[in-house]
């Protein structure tokens, strides 16, 4: 059925203040936390790779240590998803409105309803970051999990007893990006938390922590450590799509979130032969994804 003339019977009428319904959009997160990427097929793989691991004690006139194990470790998949959205108004509707710059037949707020609609996907890599997702693949654990693999042994991007945000539990999390992050061959890697996230629900937490210049919630005149401890912490997102109320995140330098774009935004629109409805419609192609845990340290307590 499209947008006709009952839809909108008051914008016939002369006399009308104003037309409302149109607001400011929310801020753009997703391009902060994830690395965008434009494929070229239908679907981007990415392998996770072991390197050589450390050097061994060599004897006088003994045999040198040989590491033939580097090689593929993991694969993560990643398909980028059709998304539309069109309507149709009739052209009734559009010659009778007499407030087409308030009310625009061809711009009905798509490039919002887009832009909400990615910033939702971005964010449920994180709201379903303690499940595995079997379509991605990788190193078969959730994005954060207590025991990801590697030759040798197991790495942790999530602490063994989830805790609350406090100065204690963020100091812990960026000491445990810089000690436990290791490669495929248990080498240690540079790491280092670059950014807090929150939901809007730990924003005011996150303010106190980050943006004191003293200890947070103490009388005394110790320095913040949290400003400088393994680089500094300074500043945080409070995401509105997080739906976990009391889940944390520690977004790192380790380039893994990643923003596929197989094809931008478009609009394209016509008018329909028979009915003479114009029709529009949005189409865009693309997806978010993650291809190496590291980028991510989360707490999830729950209680």
Request: proline share 4%; with cysteine; aromatic share 10%.
């Given at each position: 059925m499209a947008i006709a003339l009952?839809?909108?019977?008051?914008?016939?009428?002369?006399?009308?203040?104003?037309?409302?319904?149109q607001y400011k959009d929310l801020p753009n997160?997703?391009?902060?936390?994830?690395?965008?990427r434009t494929s070229k097929l239908q679907v981007e793989r990415s392998v996770q790779t072991r390197y050589v691991g450390l050097p061994e004690l060599k004897t006088e006139?003994?045999?040198?240590?040989?590491?033939?194990?580097?090689?593929?470790?993991?694969?993560?998949?990643?398909?980028?998803v059709e998304v539309g959205l069109g309507y149709a108004i009739t052209r009734k509707a559009i010659d009778d409105n007499l407030y087409k710059s308030d009310f625009k037949p061809t711009a009905l707020g798509l490039v919002k309803a887009f832009n909400?609609?990615?910033?939702?996907?971005?964010?449920?890599?994180?709201?379903?970051?303690?499940?595995?997702?079997?379509?991605?693949?990788?190193?078969?654990?959730?994005?954060?999990?207590?025991?990801?693999?590697?030759?040798g042994g197991t790495w942790a991007n999530r602490p063994s007893t989830d805790t609350d945000l406090n100065e204690g539990s963020l100091l812990d999390g960026m000491t445990g990006v810089r000690r436990d992050f290791v490669d495929e061959a248990g080498l240690k890697i540079y790491a280092?938390?670059?950014?807090?996230?929150?939901?809007?629900?730990?924003?005011?937490?996150?303010?106190?922590?980050?943006?004191?210049?003293?200890?947070?919630?103490?009388?005394?005149?110790?320095?913040n450590a949290v400003?400088?401890?393994?680089?500094?912490?300074?500043?945080?997102?409070?995401?509105?799509?997080?739906?976990?109320?009391?889940?944390w995140f520690l977004d790192t330098s380790i380039d893994g979130l990643i923003h596929i774009e197989r094809v931008a935004f478009e609009t394209?629109?016509?008018?329909?032969?028979?009915?003479?409805?114009?029709?529009?419609?949005?189409?865009?192609?693309?997806g978010f994804f993650y291809n190496d845990p590291r980028a991510v340290w989360g707490s999830f307590p729950s209680s």
């Amino acid at each position: 059925m499209a947008i006709a003339l009952s839809a909108i019977k008051d914008l016939l009428i002369p006399g009308l203040m104003e037309v409302t319904g149109q607001y400011k959009d929310l801020p753009n997160y997703y391009g902060k936390v994830f690395s965008k990427r434009t494929s070229k097929l239908q679907v981007e793989r990415s392998v996770q790779t072991r390197y050589v691991g450390l050097p061994e004690l060599k004897t006088e006139g003994g045999s040198t240590h040989f590491d033939n194990s580097a090689g593929q470790r993991y694969v993560y998949n990643m398909e980028p998803v059709e998304v539309g959205l069109g309507y149709a108004i009739t052209r009734k509707a559009i010659d009778d409105n007499l407030y087409k710059s308030d009310f625009k037949p061809t711009a009905l707020g798509l490039v919002k309803a887009f832009n909400q609609y990615w910033e939702r996907e971005a964010a449920s890599i994180f709201n379903t970051a303690t499940t595995y997702d079997t379509q991605i693949g990788g190193d078969g654990k959730a994005m954060c999990a207590t025991d990801h693999p590697y030759d040798g042994g197991t790495w942790a991007n999530r602490p063994s007893t989830d805790t609350d945000l406090n100065e204690g539990s963020l100091l812990d999390g960026m000491t445990g990006v810089r000690r436990d992050f290791v490669d495929e061959a248990g080498l240690k890697i540079y790491a280092r938390a670059e950014r807090l996230i929150v939901p809007l629900e730990l924003e005011k937490v996150a303010i106190r922590l980050l943006k004191s210049e003293l200890r947070p919630g103490t009388a005394n005149n110790d320095v913040n450590a949290v400003r400088s401890l393994s680089g500094g912490l300074s500043e945080y997102i409070a995401w509105d799509y997080l739906t976990n109320t009391r889940a944390w995140f520690l977004d790192t330098s380790i380039d893994g979130l990643i923003h596929i774009e197989r094809v931008a935004f478009e609009t394209d629109m016509q008018v329909d032969f028979t009915t003479d409805n114009l029709l529009v419609k949005g189409y865009q192609r693309a997806g978010f994804f993650y291809n190496d845990p590291r980028a991510v340290w989360g707490s999830f307590p729950s209680s």
